[in-house]
């Protein structure tokens, strides 16, 4: 198949390889992005693929807590001007209250809820706010933490709301310590908790793709496994939280710096506006012949 620019320029932003061998890659593939950074990582061409995808559409993230329940949520509009407005901000309090109080499983749940359990839908609300600001306005997902009173939260808003982490400890409750957790999430970007979390799948790919890795290094046959399973170590300190270097410590991991409170933790949730989102590409100079030409 034909490989585009375009198709090139993503591998390249998820790999950091150079273009003749992104664009190798897409051809030996068949153009699947996914097997094209496989096949650069199996060459030694690439690290990992970068975790982060385009970061695309504007909004922010928000996160509510009342007593043992908290909520981290992601609203979307059109341009970063409006996450400015103060209805914006009114409308982000809001539902965040909403979802705290109601507990929706889902984002249409939610939207058909009345707005704190009573007078007009979520979603009515919603429209009242795109009328009055006169952008596209959207609620995309949010999350519902639980907690006993032997617990924390956590809640951290990064570059104003850009990113939002929210993290739940047990055995402690101690609020400091548990923000502390979200801010090296929001920062270093761990995938998930521990190792245990880990689909097998994801870890039986890795595997492979790192032996394929020090085979295609000239690496004898016998010591392949021993130096597969010490990579994988690192596979593992890259996607779980606990594995990982504590940001505020970094010579300790976050599990020891966590475990010697006498805390465990138990889950976190980070959302970045508009990861996985892609964007309108407009090109500028077609734009401005278009309307010369009017």
């Known amino acids: 198949m034909a490989i585009s620019a375009k198709m090139v320029k993503e591998l390249r932003e998820k790999t950091g390889a150079g273009m003749m061998d992104c664009k ?7 153009g699947n992005i996914d ?3 496989d096949y650069l990582r199996e060459k030694g061409i690439a690290k990992a693929a970068k975790k982060a995808d ?8 928000y996160i509510e807590v009342d007593n043992n329940t ?8 059109e341009t970063d001007f409006v996450t400015k407005n103060d209805q914006f901000k009114q409308l982000l309090a809001e539902l965040a209250k909403h979802i705290v109080k109601l507990k929706p499983a889902t ?5 058909q809820q009345k707005l704190h359990g009573e007078g007009d839908t979520v979603e009515t609300y919603i429209k009242s706010v795109i009328a009055k600001i006169g952008e596209k306005i959207s609620l995309r997902r949010f999350a519902v933490l639980t907690k006993t009173d032997n617990d924390a939260f956590g809640a951290y ?7 939002g982490v929210l993290s739940l400890l047990e055995g402690t409750t101690d609020e400091t310590l548990a923000k502390d957790i979200a801010m090296h999430a929001a920062a270093v970007n761990p995938r998930y908790v521990s190792r245990d979390e880990v689909a097998k799948e994801d870890v039986d790919h890795e595997r492979e793709v790192l032996k394929t890795q020090a085979l295609n290094e000239g690496k004898p046959e016998k010591i392949v496994e021993k130096m597969v399973e010490g990579r994988l170590g690192k596979f ?6 606990l594995e990982q270097n ?13 475990a010697d409170k006498g805390a465990t933790v138990k889950a976190f949730v980070r959302y970045e506006v508009g990861e996985g989102m892609e964007k309108r590409e407009d090109n500028f100079a077609e734009e401005v012949m278009s309307q010369v030409k009017k």
């Open 236 to 241: 593992f300190e890259e996607v779980c939280l």
């Open 246 to 258: 504590f940001v505020k410590d970094p010579d300790q991991k976050v599990k020891k710096y966590v």
């Open 35 to 37: 097997k094209a950074i």
């Open 54 to 61: 385009r970061i695309a559409a504007e909004g922010s993230t």
């Open 107 to 111: 984002v249409e749940e939610a939207l």
């Open 24 to 30: 190798k890659a897409l051809q030996e593939t068949d």
């Open 157 to 163: 808003l990064h570059m104003g709301g850009r990113i």
């Open 70 to 77: 908290a909520a981290l949520l992601e609203v979307n509009c």
